[in-house]
């Protein structure tokens, strides 16, 4: 760079440096000369932190974990519903398709329907003042100030609509159990405030769930932690069973109608032996032959059908997934988040750093665009 610049410009000495130096006493000067900026920037800084850190309400979290161990349909040769084949005598097998996956626990926490089933749930807060259902409860819960003002024009046209839409929304809140799921906009702001404070997450190489639920109340969101496991529970026991339980209830149908036309032939060959005992005619005896046929045609049906309910059975109870809780729901004792005293450290410190950046380069940066404006 040197030939370059002594061709260039005749005056140019190596000695000279091209690195820009940054004068750290210039900079040290203007802070101590600034110290009563910096100090009120620190005061403003505390009375911000403290506002803002008792504006923001307390939450507790609650974690619950659980470990699913879910049927192995490869592997159900060794199960009850073989084990019954075998004493049976029947050849059903219990092989068949699983469609639940427990990865998909965190998307089942989040459906509509499953937070619609958490509305009606009792709850009661650590202090006893309150016991009231869980969609009553959010409403209980505290906001921050600037929040409330923030969704002042949200309430207010909410607030318009409603007069014109009353009707509607409560015919479409009585109609969420039929057909599609229809709701109100109440409805939809309950399941979205829901969905921010129960999350599910799955552990895809391990298959552990963890339930997660944040509340202001910490006997609530240990309550509504350990409701949810269970909900949880029993929809993925009912998904999984529903195709056995189909099963056994067609099996246990056509077993009582086919054990009914069992006694009914019985009864009928026992009745025509009793009235036809002292004949020996061949007519008689081709019509005993043909009831006694018959007679154990059906019981031949009935003994299959009834070795199959069996096995149905057995299915029912090995389809059954079995959770078994790690982690159960615990009432916290401290709170979640960050702490306050962390939050008026970090307003405090981002007051000192914002007072130091117009120190240092902010007005000096502001004076030179003030002076280009005059300048045009």
Known sequence: MSEKESY??????????????????????KLIAARKALLWSVLVGV????????????????????????????????GLASLASSFLGSSASSNGADAMNITLASDIVASTPFALSLFDMRVQTLDGSLDTTFVAYLDEEKSPWWSVVMGLPG????????IFTKDEDTELSTSIAQGPIQLSIEEAQKISAIRAAVTAN????TAMTTVSVTLQDPKVAAVVADSVVRKLQEYIINYRIAKAKDDCAYLQQLFQERQAEYYAAQKKYAEYLDANKNLVLQSVRAEQDRLQNDMSLAYQVYSQVATQLQVARAKVQEAKPVFAVLEPATVPLQPSGTTRKMMIIAVTFVSIVLTMGWILLGKEYWGKFLSYIKGK
């Open 155 to 162: 309430m207010t046209i909410g607030w318009i609509k409603s």
């Open 47 to 78: 009375v911000l932190g403290v506002i803002i850190a008792f504006s923001i309400p307390k939450e507790y979290t609650v974690d619950v974990t659980l470990s699913p161990e879910m049927g192995d349909q490869s592997k159900m040769s060794g």
């Open 202 to 205: 799955v552990d895809t190489k």
């Open 8 to 29: 260039k410009n005749p005056d140019y000495t190596p000695e000279e440096n091209d690195e820009i130096e940054i004068d750290w006493a210039g900079y040290l000067r």
